[in-house]
């Protein structure tokens, strides 16, 4: 209970993964990356976070969900993410330091859910958590406060940072133009 997870259970076997905080990042990344079909997005998060694969494919997609975001419960698939852990890590690098104490990037090893942790504590106050307030109210429909209205015009590229298209998108525009 206590002690921080170093494998997962796919059905009914334990499975020893890998646990540092960039590890699961990149998963991320490599996740959010358009131009990855899901068959070799499947594959990616298999061979980075499983040190041996297990049979059973759903189990241990499942396995890596619970093990990535644990204790919360399933999020719609549709809803867009409000956090792109690539683009948003310079913004919330420095809160998840100062919850820490130390430079996170600089340690050897920090296990996810220990940073999973830190990121949990980021101040309200923080400029991260300023700009996923203000995208959580655009993404809702909800009315910006005068400051937050502010904010958004002065750092727009962090509140809606340009969109990511993939080879094939970036070709029909060259089409296009």
């Known amino acids: 209970m206590f002690?921080?997870?170093?494998?997962?259970?796919?059905?009914?076997?334990?499975?020893?993964?890998?646990?540092?905080?960039?590890?699961i990042l990149e998963i991320f990344v490599?996740?959010?990356?358009?131009?990855?079909?899901?068959?070799?997005?499947t594959e990616a998060l298999l061979r980075m976070f499983y040190e041996e694969r297990p049979a059973d494919i759903p189990a241990a997609l499942q396995a890596f969900r619970d093990f990535a975001?644990?204790?919360?419960?399933?999020?719609?698939a549709s809803a867009p993410a409000l956090v792109n852990w690539s683009r948003d890590f310079p913004l919330l690098v420095g809160p998840v330091?100062?919850?820490?104490?130390?430079?996170?990037?600089?340690?050897?090893?920090?296990h996810w859910h220990t940073f999973l942790a830190a990121y949990m504590e980021i101040s309200p106050d923080s400029v991260f958590s300023q700009t996923l307030r203000i995208r959580e109210k655009l993404r809702s429909g909800k009315k910006?406060?005068?400051?937050?209205?502010?904010?958004f015009r002065r750092n727009p590229d962090?509140?809606?940072?340009p969109v990511e298209l993939t080879d094939a998108e970036k070709e029909?525009?060259?089409?296009?133009?």
Do not use: Q
Not at 172 to 177: C, G, H, R, V
């Open 69 to 76: 975001d644990p204790g919360s419960p399933s999020r719609k």
């Open 97 to 110: 330091n100062h919850v820490l104490g130390a430079e996170c990037r600089s340690m050897p090893y920090l």
């Open 158 to 161: 962090l509140v809606n940072p």
């Open 144 to 151: 910006l406060e005068k400051w937050e209205k502010e904010f």
């Open 30 to 41: 490599m996740l959010s990356d358009p131009a990855l079909s899901d068959t070799d997005k």
């Open 172 to 177: 029909i525009l060259k089409e296009w133009a």
């Open 3 to 23: 002690s921080l997870p170093t494998t997962v259970t796919v059905s009914g076997t334990e499975y020893p993964v890998r646990t540092d905080f960039r590890v």
